[in-house]
C-alpha cells in the first residue's frame, strides 16, 4: 500500500436534499388532491350541460307537442313538462319559467304567440346556460390537466431527485468511511502511515517474508536537533519543518518502500528484498543528504540532522519488537558516535 495519499477534501456545504423531496412529495399531494377538485368541477359542469340540452330536448318535444290536435296533445305535453322540471332540478330561474309555460299549454284561450314566447325564453335560458357550463368544463378540464402534467413533472423530478439522494449519501458515507480509515491509519500532519499501521504493515511483511525466505531491513529514523527548533521558534514552526522532512523523505525513499511517521520526531522505513547492506547504506546516507546535504537547502535556520539506525530480519531479529528494538539500538550507536550518520545493528552489537 503507498505511503502517501491527498488529504481528504474539505466537504462542500451541501442543501439538505432530503428536506426538499419532501416538501416536493407534499407539493405532489397538493396538485393531486387540486387536480382531482377540478377534475370534479369539470364533471359536475359536463353534468349541468347534459341536464340543459336534455331540458331543450323536452322542451322542444313540448313545441311539437302543442301543434298537435287538442285530444293528443295533453299527455304528450304533461310528459314534455315532467322531463323538463326533471331536467330543470335546482335551476330556480328556469323553474320559474317553466311554471309560468305549464299552464298555457292546458288551458283554453291561451294565445300560441304567448305560449312560443315563453318557451323561446326558456330555450333560450337553457342555451346559455348550456354554452356556459360547456366553458366551464373546458376551463376546468384545461386547469386539471395542466395541474396533472405539473404533477407528473414534479413526480418526476422527486423521483429522480430521490435516486441523486441516494447516491449522494452512498457517496458520501463512502468518503466518510474513507476519511476514518485514512484519520484512523495516517498521521493527520504528514499523511504519512502512524505507527499503528506500521507495525501493523510490518507484521505481514515478516511473515511473508519468513514464508519465501527473503530479507527485509528496518531503518529507524531519529532526528537531530529538532527539540531546538520547537524551543526557539514554536510548535507551528515545528510542526511545518516536520511536514517539509516528510515530504524530503518520502521523495528519497526508494519504489516499494514503506516510510511513516511513528513518533513526535521518529520515523521509520521498512524495505522489502534487503539483501545488499552497502545499498542500505547507500539509502541511508541519501536520506541524510536529503534533510540539508550539499545540494540540498536548508531546512531551518537551526541545523537538522538525523541518526539512522539499521536492522536486518531475520539476521538481527526475527519478529516485528525486536527488529524495532535492533533498529533503535543501531540508531542510538549513531548519536552515540556524533549523531547526524548511519549505523547497522551488527555494528552498534560489537561496540557495546
Same mark, same amino acid.
Given at each position: 500500500? !503507498?505511503?502517501?495519499? =491527498? +488529504?481528504?477534501?474539505?466537504?462542500?456545504? @451541501? #442543501? +439538505?436534499?432530503?428536506?426538499?423531496?419532501?416538501?416536493?412529495?407534499?407539493v405532489?399531494?397538493?396538485? %393531486?388532491?387540486?387536480?382531482?377538485? @377540478?377534475?370534479? =368541477?369539470?364533471?359536475?359542469?359536463? $353534468?349541468?350541460?347534459?341536464?340543459?340540452?336534455?331540458?331543450?330536448?323536452?322542451? /322542444?318535444?313540448?313545441?311539437?307537442?302543442?301543434r298537435? !290536435?287538442?285530444p293528443?296533445?295533453?299527455?304528450? $305535453?304533461?310528459?314534455?313538462?315532467?322531463?323538463?322540471?326533471?331536467?330543470?332540478?335546482? =335551476?330556480?330561474?328556469?323553474?320559474?319559467?317553466?311554471d309560468?309555460?305549464? +299552464?298555457?299549454?292546458?288551458?283554453p284561450?291561451?294565445? @300560441?304567440?304567448?305560449?312560443?314566447?315563453?318557451?323561446r325564453?326558456?330555450?333560450?335560458?337553457?342555451?346559455?346556460?348550456?354554452?356556459?357550463?360547456?366553458e366551464?368544463?373546458?376551463?376546468?378540464?384545461e386547469?386539471?390537466?395542466?395541474?396533472?402534467l405539473?404533477?407528473?413533472?414534479?413526480?418526476? $423530478?422527486v423521483?429522480?431527485?430521490?435516486?441523486? &439522494?441516494? #447516491?449522494?449519501?452512498?457517496?458520501?458515507?463512502?468518503?466518510?468511511?474513507?476519511?476514518?480509515?485514512?484519520?484512523? *491509519?495516517? =498521521?493527520? /500532519?504528514?499523511?504519512?502511515?502512524?505507527?499503528? &499501521?506500521? /507495525?501493523?504493515?510490518?507484521?505481514?511483511?515478516?511473515?511473508?517474508?519468513?514464508?519465501?525466505?527473503? @530479507?527485509?531491513?528496518?531503518?529507524?529514523?531519529?532526528?537531530d536537533?529538532?527539540k531546538?527548533? *520547537?524551543?526557539?521558534?514554536?510548535?507551528?514552526?515545528?510542526?511545518?519543518?516536520?511536514?517539509?522532512?516528510?515530504?524530503?523523505?518520502?521523495?528519497?525513499?526508494?519504489?516499494?518502500?514503506?516510510?511513516?511517521?511513528i513518533?513526535?520526531?521518529?520515523?521509520?522505513?521498512?524495505?522489502?528484498?534487503?539483501?545488499?547492506?552497502?545499498?542500505?547504506?547507500a539509502?541511508?546516507?541519501?536520506l541524510?543528504?536529503?534533510l540539508?546535504?550539499?545540494?540540498?537547502?536548508?531546512?531551518?535556520d537551526?541545523?537538522v540532522g538525523?541518526?539512522?539506525?539499521?536492522?536486518? #530480519?531475520?539476521?538481527?531479529a *526475527?519478529d %516485528? +519488537?525486536?527488529?524495532?528494538?535492533?533498529?533503535?539500538?543501531a540508531?542510538?550507536?549513531?548519536?552515540?558516535?556524533?549523531?547526524?550518520?548511519?549505523? #547497522?545493528? $551488527?555494528?552498534?552489537?560489537e561496540?557495546?
Amino acid at each position: 500500500m !503507498p505511503d502517501d495519499f =491527498d +488529504p481528504p477534501r474539505r466537504f462542500a456545504f @451541501e #442543501f +439538505p436534499l432530503g428536506v426538499a423531496l419532501f416538501a416536493a412529495a407534499l407539493v405532489v399531494v397538493a396538485l %393531486v388532491i387540486f387536480a382531482d377538485a @377540478e377534475s370534479r =368541477d369539470a364533471q359536475a359542469a359536463r $353534468a349541468a350541460q347534459v341536464r340543459a340540452l336534455a331540458a331543450d330536448r323536452a322542451l /322542444l318535444e313540448l313545441q311539437l307537442a302543442l301543434r298537435e !290536435p287538442a285530444p293528443a296533445r295533453g299527455d304528450a $305535453a304533461a310528459r314534455a313538462l315532467d322531463e323538463a322540471r326533471r331536467m330543470l332540478a335546482g =335551476d330556480a330561474r328556469a323553474l320559474t319559467v317553466l311554471d309560468r309555460l305549464a +299552464p298555457m299549454t292546458t288551458r283554453p284561450g291561451t294565445s @300560441e304567440a304567448d305560449t312560443l314566447a315563453a318557451l323561446r325564453e326558456l330555450r333560450s335560458m337553457l342555451a346559455a346556460s348550456a354554452a356556459s357550463a360547456a366553458e366551464t368544463s373546458r376551463r376546468e378540464d384545461e386547469r386539471a390537466h395542466g395541474i396533472s402534467l405539473a404533477a407528473g413533472l414534479l413526480v418526476s $423530478a422527486v423521483t429522480l431527485g430521490t435516486v441523486a &439522494f441516494i #447516491f449522494a449519501e452512498r457517496r458520501q458515507r463512502r468518503r466518510l468511511a474513507q476519511k476514518l480509515e485514512r484519520e484512523a *491509519n495516517h =498521521d493527520p /500532519l504528514t499523511m504519512l502511515p502512524n505507527r499503528r &499501521f506500521f /507495525l501493523e504493515w510490518l507484521g505481514y511483511a515478516l511473515a511473508q517474508a519468513r514464508r519465501e525466505g527473503q @530479507e527485509i531491513a528496518l531503518l529507524y529514523i531519529d532526528l537531530d536537533g529538532f527539540k531546538a527548533v *520547537n524551543d526557539r521558534f514554536g510548535h507551528r514552526r515545528g510542526d511545518a519543518l516536520l511536514v517539509a522532512i516528510a515530504e524530503r523523505l518520502r521523495a528519497t525513499k526508494r519504489e516499494g518502500d514503506l516510510l511513516a511517521r511513528i513518533g513526535g520526531d521518529e520515523f521509520a522505513l521498512a524495505a522489502p528484498n534487503a539483501r545488499d547492506g552497502k545499498e542500505l547504506a547507500a539509502l541511508g546516507e541519501r536520506l541524510l543528504a536529503s534533510l540539508g546535504g550539499s545540494g540540498q537547502s536548508r531546512l531551518t535556520d537551526v541545523p537538522v540532522g538525523a541518526s539512522i539506525g539499521i536492522a536486518f #530480519f531475520p539476521d538481527d531479529a *526475527n519478529d %516485528v +519488537p525486536g527488529l524495532i528494538a535492533a533498529a533503535d539500538s543501531a540508531m542510538y550507536a549513531a548519536k552515540r558516535a556524533g549523531k547526524n550518520r548511519v549505523a #547497522f545493528h $551488527a555494528t552498534s552489537a560489537e561496540s557495546g
